[in-house]
């Protein structure tokens, strides 16, 4: 099983919680995990993988992050039938409340549509905003991160959701 991680990010907030994902990932399945800053790379390089995980924060009032926003449209070159897609985002829930991590729900939505199954969906409980277009069912479509106002939260939501990963794509039988 190949994982590609893919991330956006401003001010490294995601960035970080990427890499910590991939050490975390990596510290209980023997796999590598490789890691693409949407910056820099080619978003066709998800083709290869099994499972993607993707990494966006919100910006500009329910915008995209701008690596994001500038190569959104490649997605539509990815056939995405029979991938998994794990999303996972930064946002501020106080600053931000209406359109609390909606870079979550627009890309988790957008791959869905060309074949992606989403897994990694993640409960609100915890969290204070008012809407979220992440929202589904009454749960985020992945795990939402809040350094501005819950910091202290942050290692352990990116525990448990990694743990409940491992369940949802039955990692856990190929322990290092
Ligand atoms: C101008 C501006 C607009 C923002 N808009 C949103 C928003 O609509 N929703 C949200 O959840 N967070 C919003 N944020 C908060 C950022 O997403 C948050 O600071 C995040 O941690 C940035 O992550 P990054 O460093 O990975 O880019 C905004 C921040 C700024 C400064």
Redesign the pocket.
Known sequence: MRIGIFY????????EAAEQIKVQLESDISITIDLYDVATCDVQDMQSYDVVLIGC???????L?DDWYDKFSQLDTIDFTGKRVALFG????G??PD????AIGIIGKHVRELGATIVGYWSTEGYDFIDSAALEDGKFMGLA????NTAGLTDSRIQMWVQQLMRELHLESVHA
Do not use: A, F, P
């Open positions: 956006g990010s401003t001010l490294d907030n995601t960035k924060s919100t910006w500009n009032i329910g915008e992050q930064c946002g501020d829930e600053g931000y359109t609390y991590q909606d991160i809040d350094n501005d």
